[in-house]
């Protein structure tokens, strides 16, 4: 079974999009909004109820609700990134503001890799295929990772680690000091630099 992340929604919204499109360009007459609104009028003003009316007052409906929609949730992503109180912005504040620009982080949270110009070591594909084979499929897959091969200097961890489990060997030894923790990430420093 798939995991119901937004990301596998968008090949169907994209196809989808065409169909609607095509909808709404036959809705609304080619997009003319002033047969649209004569159209749309005509049914409250002079009661004439025909199919291309409500055709076209559904278009418009469509049309308003989308641009509702879009203009609600367009920006949302991009602003709690870049809120300087949320997790992700304290954690970039950090690592922005304490952090040597020349360091190696080490990481499996993917929405820290655009939030600051550091060097990131992230797994590979193959790694992230292991872990799901044995979360869903075989608990016994061994997951062939070590994360100190690159020998970063800081390794950062948040929800991913928690759901995946990917740095939880390494994290109770020696290798790994606690370095400063925020309420959904901790950033480990490298004890051996």
């Not at 798939?2 to 360009?25: E, Q, T």
């Not at 159209?39 to 409250?44: A, E, P």
Request: some cysteine; hydrophobic content about 45%; aromatic content about 16%.
């Amino acid at each position: 079974m798939a995991m119901f992340w937004v990301r596998y929604m968008v090949p169907a919204f994209f196809i989808g999009s065409i169909f609607a499109s095509i909808f709404l360009f036959q809705a609304t007459e080619g997009f003319d909004f002033n047969k649209s609104v004569i159209n749309v009028s005509s049914i409250f003003l002079r009661l004439k109820v025909y199919v291309k009316n409500l055709v076209s007052l559904l278009g418009v409906l469509c049309i308003s609700f989308s641009c509702a929609i879009a203009f609600k949730f367009a920006g949302l992503p991009v602003l709690e990134n870049y809120n300087k109180n949320s997790p992700i912005g304290l954690v970039s504040g950090y690592v922005l503001n304490d952090l040597p620009p020349s360091v190696l982080i080490e990481t499996f949270e993917s929405e820290l890799l655009f939030t600051t110009p550091h060097r990131y070591h992230f797994p590979t594909d193959l790694v992230s295929m292991q872990l799901v084979r044995r979360r869903d499929i075989d608990s016994e897959t061994v997951v062939d990772y070590d994360p100190m091969e690159v020998d970063p200097d800081y390794l950062i961890v948040g929800g991913y680690n928690k759901s995946w489990g990917l740095y939880d060997k390494i994290l109770g030894g020696d290798l790994l000091e606690l370095e400063v923790e925020f309420p959904e990430y901790k950033i480990y420093r490298n004890v051996k630099k």
